[in-house]
């Protein structure tokens, strides 16, 4: 169910309005790991209806980027570059109640002191991984 959300970064500078879904999914690699201290959640948006404050573009690899806020650094989209779809932190939505955990990404790299409590979700590896991260939704 796709509604229109808000949300914003730990100092405030960056606000954003976008068209989403109540699911997200959960990235274990490392490169997201070290972008934002721990498991990327990312919500895969449909639209960005409007978008406030700095947000620093950087080219994380060959295909994709990440954005962050100028001011405090939070991390804020992450964006395949052969889609038009950014992906938002899940943690800087306004409204936390009614979310669904729906997929956990690059599952072979999670590091093993930890799983995620909620086990009602798909686990992708590989190639799994990258078709569930541009589609931002599972197969039917
Ligand atoms: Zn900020
Ligand atoms: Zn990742």
């Excluded at 573009?57 to 889609?83: M, Y």
């Excluded at 669904?100 to 798909?122: I, S, V």
Aim: aromatic share 12%.
């Amino acid at each position: 169910m796709y509604a229109e959300k808000t949300g914003s970064c730990a100092c405030g500078s960056v606000t954003f309005k976008v068209i989403a879904p109540s699911t997200y999914g959960a990235c274990h690699c490392e490169m997201c790991r070290r972008w934002c201290g721990g498991i990327w959640m990312g919500v895969v948006c449909e639209e960005v209806v409007s978008i406030t404050g700095t947000v620093i573009e950087w080219k994380s690899s060959k295909i994709a980027s990440r954005g962050f806020c100028g001011d405090c650094g939070s991390s804020v989209w992450h964006k395949p570059r052969h889609t038009q779809k950014f992906t938002f932190g899940q943690g800087l939505f306004d409204d936390q109640s009614d979310w669904r955990l729906t997929r956990e990404l690059f599952d072979e790299l999670r590091p093993n002191h930890y799983a995620l409590a909620e086990r009602g979700q798909k686990a992708f590896t590989g190639w799994g991984t990258l078709w569930a991260a541009l589609l931002g939704r599972l197969p039917r």
